[in-house]
């Protein structure tokens, strides 16, 4: 019991933060349910169909949108921690008018290829509101993963809560008495409770004593010496998200509508359980962006749970399929069985993929992990496809999972060398290096002789001191190259001490 309060003691700030994550998608998935639940009842089926569309297209907008800065500034932060309030206004002023301007762009162009969106252009004030709703999305996206970095998920947490409970409320006490079917209504609730949840974090921060408002004034030239780093993370936030969202899409096309969704249920399930590794190593990002050091021990607890997370939800979805698809109809647990069985094992390469992508994030090789994810990416697509083709919906899933597989294969050696080759080849934080030089030198300080007796190892210099008085130093020569310069200055301190205490000739 004790062994088990240390663990959790000693990893508590991992705990807390990759909680908050899977809290966040648990509250807003529950009280998003009941939000949808509420307006089928209260507004006709065309103002719900209009608002989902609308807000689907905002979703996929503001993703687009954030350009890379939210994973950026999970690297960053930690790296600046000085520059944190500044590169967060700026991160989010520039999505916020990159977003708007893409809503804005969506809303006038759309319709005229998509009848199902002409309310977005009916008057100028539903576009305003489609623009605004968009660059809340871009925001929030934004803040939520810089809160993430700062090793604050509590606060994107209640963020998430009180957004989610402000849907709920503007829904039921207003939405009902003076939004009644108007075609937007939906929508603009959506946005203006993204506002509640900003201005409720936001305020408290900018009122507090002690913080002086030029801390939060935007720097553009700190966002444009990350701007081609940003543009990486976007393009890998693009690779990674792109398969997943055309799976459906190929079930639509490839078998039939029927059949998507039969997948698309079984997805919405997994898709959970694959929160969980995803969860893990965002905050694994977070904490290591800045101290590599402990990323072999951090990487071992995140992989050690999520394969007990990965073998627990397993054995729940293997043997509870068919209770848990009943819940959504008896075709669906006819149906969907074996697909939600097949796509559950997924969990395991998963945990090799989500790894090696936060490894290559923390070591500053994302263009690599862009080279590396995006054939792996074209994989899953075409062995879906293959499968769909030979084996209908279980035949898609086995495809794609094999694909999965394949990936995990090819990032495993990364993954290994970071985490089980970590401690032998990690180098000590600076100022273990320090202390571990300036006792070397104060042991020899005193021992001019070891000039005569150990040639080459102490060379005198002068060093100015703030009193302008010069003195005298011993002074390391250059080290030959080993593997790390705190291994040779401790081999040689050790020489030193050997020769120091071997017996002089008279």
């Known amino acids: ?55 689907s297209a905002m979703m996929l907008l503001g993703s687009f949108c954030v350009l890379g800065l939210g994973t950026l500034l999970i690297t960053e932060l930690p790296r600046q921690p000085k520059q944190a309030a500044s590169l967060i206004s ?57 809160l993430i970095g700062l090793l604050r998920g509590g606060l994107q947490l209640w963020r998430n809560t009180l957004f989610a409970l402000a849907k709920l409320g503007t829904l039921f006490f207003v939405g009902s008495w003076l939004f009644h079917d108007v ?58 998200q792109f398969p997943t969202q055309v799976l459906p899409i190929l079930v639509t096309a490839l078998l039939s509508a029927e059949m998507n969704a039969w997948f698309y249920v079984s ?16 905050v694994l990002h977070a904490m290591n962006a800045a101290q590599q050091t402990t990323l072999a021990h951090k990487a071992r607890v995140t992989i050690g749970l999520t394969v007990l997370t990965g073998i627990l939800t397993n054995l ?80 898609l899933s086995i495809g794609w999972v094999a694909a999965i597989t394949v990936e995990a294969v090819c990032m495993t050696p990364t993954v290994y060398k970071a985490v089980w080759l970590g401690e032998t080849l990690e180098i000590p934080d600076m100022q273990h290096s320090q202390k571990l030089q300036a006792a070397w030198l104060v042991e020899t300080a005193s021992l001019p002789a070891i000039a005569q007796s150990y040639p080459g190892i102490a060379i005198m210099h002068r060093v100015e001191t703030t009193t302008n008085q010069s003195i005298s130093r011993l002074k390391p020569p250059r080290l030959q190259k080993y593997e790390y310069e705190e291994y040779a200055v401790g081999k040689m301190a050790r020489e030193i001490a050997t020769t120091m205490h071997q017996p002089k000739n008279c």
């Not at 998935?29 to 509420?38: A, P, T």
């Not at 708007?100 to 309310?119: N, Q």
């Not at 969990?347 to 490894?359: C, G, R």
């Open 183 to 240: 075609g937007l209504a939906l929508y603009a609730m959506w946005a203006f409770s993204n506002i509640f949840s900003l201005l409720i974090l936001v305020l408290p921060v900018l009122c507090q004593r002690g913080n002086p408002q030029r801390n939060y004034r935007p720097q553009w030239g700190l966002l444009r010496k990350l701007g081609a780093s940003a543009m990486q993370h976007h393009l890998l936030n693009l690779t990674l």
């Open 267 to 282: 997805w919405m399930i997994v898709s959970f359980v694959f929160i969980i590794p995803g969860a893990l190593t965002t």
């Open 316 to 395: 729940v979805l293997q043997f509870g399929t068919t209770q848990i698809l009943g819940l959504f109809g008896s075709s669906y647990a006819h149906n969907a069985a074996w697909c939600l069985r097949i796509l559950a094992l997924a969990a395991f390469p998963l945990i090799v993929k989500n790894h090696y992508i936060s490894i290559c994030r923390i070591q500053d090789r994302v263009g690599s992990a862009i080279l590396g994810i995006l054939p792996g990416g074209i994989l899953e697509v075409f062995a879906a496809a293959l499968g769909a083709h030979l084996g209908g919906l279980a035949g």
């Open 90 to 146: 700026t991160a989010l002023l520039v999505v916020g008018v990159v977003g708007a301007g893409a809503g804005l762009a969506f809303a006038l162009v759309a319709p005229s290829a998509i009848a199902g969106f002409h309310p977005l252009r009916a008057n100028w004030l539903n576009v305003c509101i489609f623009a605004l709703g968009v660059s809340l999305n871009a925001i929030t996206l934004v803040l939520d993963q810089a």
């Open 1 to 55: 019991m004790n062994a088990l309060l240390h663990w959790l003691k000693t990893n508590s700030i991992m705990l807390i933060n990759a909680g908050s994550l899977i809290g966040t998608t648990a509250i807003t998935s529950g009280l998003g349910f009941v939000y949808w639940w509420i307006a089928a009842r209260h507004f006709s089926t065309a103002a719900v169909g209009i608002a989902s569309a609308a807000i």
